[in-house]
């Protein structure tokens, strides 16, 4: 096999172009098995590519860059490790690094790549295993490694979605476990993102098999109504997500807002007076449109707002509460 750190030589040479092009680096370094690696050194061999990420498991982690204070927060690094082990373990992976082993990592990437920008970090494992296809691969050592790249914030700046009810079910814990963040899982998301833009809407939001709401492509939903914040729980086809467990944290504690977990039915989303998603990467992002009809006054709501600030001063540090889920990089 060849060396999972080099390049092929085959691959180079006069006239001789890769088959797929490296992206270029924006930070130097990434973390692979054990020891940090120039990013375009950091290869698999073609053949590996493709059964392996049937078992792959990762997570997004946001780091957001606080310049008044100079400093990077990682935002629930222990929660993002404790979920990527809880994800490794159902897909029966042998523990080859520790929660702690991996943080340090992290947290050594951030420093070396000298991060002073908001950042999007993705730890990912995946096995080799010595069977290809769909035959389980159990008992292996997984390989990690770990990518940071620069990302902007979303948060405050006014932006908003629309979105369209999928004829695609959320898959179901029968199926596949949606509460870990597994590749595999994503292919029902690519199957609604791809219908939603063929409709005109930006995200879907899927249905799961009971058909009640469960979740969007990536990220997880809230409505309002009354003056209440309601989401589906955790037992609707949803992944476990850390950014849902912080909004409701923050609704419920620092906003005083009335926050519950329940079922939602289909036609509550058209008559919701607001709706907004969150994730790692959708932070907390209003819908203003859901299958045609328009919530509430087109806008980011008013309950929505606030939390949506709160989020961006707690995750930023500019908020000194809940320092406990802010690890900043020293």
């Not at 006069?14 to 797929?20: A, F, K, V």
């Not at 078992?55 to 990077?72: C, D, K, P, S, T």
């Not at 494992?125 to 008992?139: D, E, I, K, Y």
Request: hydrophobic share 40%; charged share 25%.
């Amino acid at each position: 096999m060849v060396d999972q750190l080099t390049r092929p030589e085959a691959t180079e040479g006069p006239g001789i172009e890769p088959l797929i092009p490296i992206a270029p680096a924006t930070f130097p370094y990434l973390w692979f098995s054990g020891r940090q690696v120039p990013w375009e050194q950091a290869t698999v061999h073609v053949t590996l590519v493709g059964w392996p990420s049937i078992g792959a498991v990762f997570e997004g982690i946001r780091g957001y860059w606080n310049a008044e204070q100079a400093a990077l927060y990682i935002f629930r690094l222990r929660e993002h490790m404790a979920r990527l082990e809880m994800s490794m373990k159902l897909q029966r992976m042998l523990p080859r690094f520790s929660a702690a082993e991996l943080t340090a990592a992290l947290l050594d990437l951030c420093r070396v790549n000298d991060a002073r920008e908001d950042v999007y970090i993705q730890p990912l494992a995946f096995t080799l295993g010595s069977m290809w296809g769909s035959r389980a691969a159990m008992g292996q050592l997984p390989e990690v490694f770990i990518t940071i790249r620069p990302i902007e914030s979303d948060l405050l700046k006014e932006r908003s979605l629309t979105a369209g009810v999928s004829s695609w079910t959320r898959i179901h814990d029968r199926a596949l476990p949606p509460r870990i963040k597994a590749i595999p899982n994503y292919a029902n998301s690519r199957l609604g993102s791809n219908e939603a833009s063929r409709h005109g809407y930006d995200v879907p939001i899927f249905l799961n098999q009971e058909g009640t709401v469960a979740e969007s492509s990536g990220s997880c939903i809230f409505i309002v109504r009354k003056g209440e914040v309601v989401t589906p729980p955790v037992t609707a086809s949803i992944l476990e997500s850390i950014t849902r467990d912080s909004v409701i944290e923050l609704a419920r504690t620092a906003l005083s807002l009335p926050v519950h977990e329940r079922e939602v039915d289909r036609t509550e989303l058209y008559a919701s007076d607001e709706i907004f998603l969150c994730g790692t990467s959708m932070e907390v992002t209003p819908v203003t449109e859901v299958d045609g009809y328009q919530i509430g006054a087109g806008r980011s709501g008013e309950i929505t707002g606030r939390i949506e600030r709160l989020f961006h001063d707690v995750a930023r540090g500019i908020d000194s509460r809940y320092a406990h889920w802010r690890t900043r990089v020293e």
